[in-house]
């Protein structure tokens, strides 16, 4: 599964760096959301790949954002992260505009004009990190 991510934003590095630690099945590679494959990823999702507004999972066929796609890689995640799927009981519109809140709450405190391209752990596997 490939989790695009935007590659600037402080909260969504540490975001791939929690993933990438508990990824003990290498289930998951990274793209940044700036990168060849990040970019066709956003922009087949209707985003864009400039201002990015999700991440983006892509679960075979299928593209999953906001709060699908962060339930759906803690789900992957081993224990205690799958209880987290709980949450589905939720209508993903309730979801989604949680993620869109603790977004807009995250990019204000955590924003920095200094940001840097995210590198996972060693072992995380990272499709291009450069846009």
Not at 13 to 23: C, L, S
Not at 69 to 95: E, G, M, Q, Y
Not at 98 to 118: F, K
């Amino acid at each position: 599964m490939l989790i695009v991510y935007d590659g600037v934003c402080n909260f969504c590095n540490r975001w791939v760096r929690f993933v990438a630690r508990r990824d003990y099945n290498r289930v998951f590679t990274f793209a940044s959301a700036k990168s060849p494959t990040g970019s066709s990823v956003m922009r087949a999702a209707g985003l864009d790949p400039e201002n990015p507004e999700s991440i983006i999972l892509v679960d075979g066929n299928q593209l999953r954002q906001k709060s699908e796609a962060v339930l759906t890689i803690l789900s992957r995640l081993d224990s205690p992260w799958p209880a987290t799927s709980t949450l589905r009981i939720f209508p993903k519109s309730f979801r989604d505009f949680c993620y869109v809140i603790l977004q807009h709450i995250v990019t204000r405190s955590l924003a920095s004009p200094l940001a840097v391209s995210c590198r996972p752990p060693s072992g995380g596997i990272v499709l291009s990190s450069e846009p």
